[in-house]
Protein backbone atom coordinates (compact mmCIF):
# COMPACT_ATOMS: atom_id res chain seq x y z
CA UNK A 1 0.00 0.00 0.00
CA UNK A 2 2.89 2.36 -0.39
CA UNK A 3 1.94 3.26 -3.52
CA UNK A 4 -1.46 3.33 -3.39
CA UNK A 5 -2.79 4.41 -0.16
CA UNK A 6 -3.15 8.02 -1.72
CA UNK A 7 -5.29 6.50 -4.70
CA UNK A 8 -7.49 4.32 -2.46
CA UNK A 9 -8.31 7.35 -0.05
CA UNK A 10 -8.88 9.57 -3.05
CA UNK A 11 -11.34 7.14 -4.24
CA UNK A 12 -12.97 7.15 -1.15
CA UNK A 13 -13.38 11.06 -0.96
CA UNK A 14 -14.82 10.98 -4.37
CA UNK A 15 -17.23 8.53 -3.44
CA UNK A 16 -18.11 10.66 -0.16
CA UNK A 17 -18.47 13.46 -2.08
CA UNK A 18 -20.00 12.43 -5.87
CA UNK A 19 -22.43 9.04 -4.28
CA UNK A 20 -22.97 9.13 -0.65
CA UNK A 21 -24.93 6.06 0.47
CA UNK A 22 -24.93 4.57 -2.63
CA UNK A 23 -24.06 0.86 -3.02
CA UNK A 24 -21.50 -0.10 -5.89
CA UNK A 25 -21.08 -3.30 -7.49
CA UNK A 26 -17.07 -3.55 -7.54
CA UNK A 27 -15.31 -4.67 -10.36
CA UNK A 28 -11.74 -5.53 -9.41
CA UNK A 29 -10.11 -7.79 -12.39
CA UNK A 30 -5.99 -8.28 -12.23
CA UNK A 31 -3.91 -9.09 -15.03
CA UNK A 32 0.04 -9.93 -14.87
CA UNK A 33 1.70 -9.41 -18.48
CA UNK A 34 4.75 -10.74 -18.39
CA UNK A 35 7.73 -9.04 -19.13
CA UNK A 36 6.82 -5.73 -19.68
CA UNK A 37 7.91 -2.73 -17.57
CA UNK A 38 5.52 0.04 -15.81
CA UNK A 39 6.16 2.62 -18.96
CA UNK A 40 5.08 -0.16 -21.70
CA UNK A 41 2.44 -1.46 -19.30
CA UNK A 42 1.05 2.05 -19.27
CA UNK A 43 1.50 2.72 -22.55
CA UNK A 44 -0.30 -0.32 -23.85
CA UNK A 45 -3.06 0.51 -21.14
CA UNK A 46 -3.63 4.29 -22.81
CA UNK A 47 -3.83 2.64 -26.38
CA UNK A 48 -6.06 0.19 -25.20
CA UNK A 49 -8.61 3.07 -23.26
CA UNK A 50 -8.33 5.22 -26.50
CA UNK A 51 -6.88 7.56 -25.37
CA UNK A 52 -4.07 9.69 -27.41
CA UNK A 53 -1.81 10.79 -24.63
CA UNK A 54 -1.17 11.33 -21.46
CA UNK A 55 -3.95 13.17 -19.28
CA UNK A 56 -4.06 15.01 -16.10
CA UNK A 57 -6.80 15.74 -13.15
CA UNK A 58 -9.63 17.64 -14.70
CA UNK A 59 -9.41 16.46 -18.27
CA UNK A 60 -12.53 15.10 -19.39
CA UNK A 61 -11.99 12.11 -21.41
CA UNK A 62 -14.06 9.16 -23.41
CA UNK A 63 -12.74 5.79 -22.95
CA UNK A 64 -13.25 2.93 -25.78
CA UNK A 65 -12.25 0.07 -23.96
CA UNK A 66 -13.00 -2.54 -27.13
CA UNK A 67 -16.17 -4.77 -26.40
CA UNK A 68 -17.56 -2.00 -23.82
CA UNK A 69 -20.00 1.06 -24.63
CA UNK A 70 -17.78 4.65 -24.48
CA UNK A 71 -17.32 5.53 -20.91
CA UNK A 72 -17.13 8.91 -20.61
CA UNK A 73 -16.31 11.46 -17.36
CA UNK A 74 -13.48 13.39 -15.78
CA UNK A 75 -9.94 12.31 -14.81
CA UNK A 76 -10.10 12.44 -11.16
CA UNK A 77 -6.94 11.15 -10.55
CA UNK A 78 -3.79 10.99 -12.76
CA UNK A 79 -0.06 9.98 -11.90
CA UNK A 80 2.63 7.54 -13.29
CA UNK A 81 1.01 4.47 -11.72
CA UNK A 82 -2.74 5.52 -11.88
CA UNK A 83 -5.91 6.93 -14.07
CA UNK A 84 -9.02 7.68 -12.31
CA UNK A 85 -12.03 8.50 -14.20
CA UNK A 86 -15.10 9.45 -12.32
CA UNK A 87 -18.44 9.09 -14.72
CA UNK A 88 -22.26 9.82 -13.91
CA UNK A 89 -22.22 6.33 -12.63
CA UNK A 90 -19.17 4.70 -11.38
CA UNK A 91 -15.12 5.70 -10.54
CA UNK A 92 -13.25 3.67 -13.26
CA UNK A 93 -9.81 3.05 -11.41
CA UNK A 94 -6.42 1.82 -12.96
CA UNK A 95 -3.32 1.28 -12.02
CA UNK A 96 -0.36 -1.17 -11.57
CA UNK A 97 -0.96 -3.95 -8.87
CA UNK A 98 1.74 -6.05 -7.49
CA UNK A 99 5.17 -5.34 -9.61
CA UNK A 100 4.11 -6.46 -12.50
CA UNK A 101 0.33 -6.84 -12.61
CA UNK A 102 -2.33 -4.41 -14.18
CA UNK A 103 -5.03 -3.72 -11.38
CA UNK A 104 -8.74 -2.43 -12.36
CA UNK A 105 -10.46 -1.59 -9.64
CA UNK A 106 -14.25 -0.13 -10.39
CA UNK A 107 -16.72 0.94 -8.66
CA UNK A 108 -20.50 1.07 -10.79
CA UNK A 109 -23.14 2.63 -8.83
CA UNK A 110 -25.55 1.24 -11.29
CA UNK A 111 -28.79 -1.36 -10.90
CA UNK A 112 -28.65 -2.73 -14.30
CA UNK A 113 -24.81 -4.68 -13.93
CA UNK A 114 -24.15 -8.18 -13.43
CA UNK A 115 -21.13 -8.23 -11.17
CA UNK A 116 -19.82 -11.45 -12.29
CA UNK A 117 -20.42 -10.80 -16.03
CA UNK A 118 -18.61 -7.46 -15.82
CA UNK A 119 -15.79 -8.42 -14.29
CA UNK A 120 -15.32 -11.28 -16.64
CA UNK A 121 -15.43 -9.41 -19.27
CA UNK A 122 -13.14 -6.35 -17.98
CA UNK A 123 -10.84 -9.58 -17.15
CA UNK A 124 -11.32 -10.77 -21.35
CA UNK A 125 -10.47 -7.16 -22.07
CA UNK A 126 -7.31 -6.98 -20.08
CA UNK A 127 -5.80 -10.36 -21.17
CA UNK A 128 -6.72 -9.53 -24.88
CA UNK A 129 -5.37 -6.33 -24.29
CA UNK A 130 -1.97 -7.98 -23.06
CA UNK A 131 -1.88 -10.84 -25.86
Not at 37 to 59: C, K
Not at 87 to 106: I, K, Q, W
Not at 109 to 125: G, I, K, L, N, R
Amino acid sequence: MNKGWDMYLHTLDQYLTHFPGQLAVVVYPVHAPEGLGLATVWTVLERGLGLAGPVSRGDNVRLTPAGFEPIEGIVDHASPDFLGVRTGDGLYRFSEGVPGTVMLAHHLFTDDVDPAETEQAWQEWLTDLFA
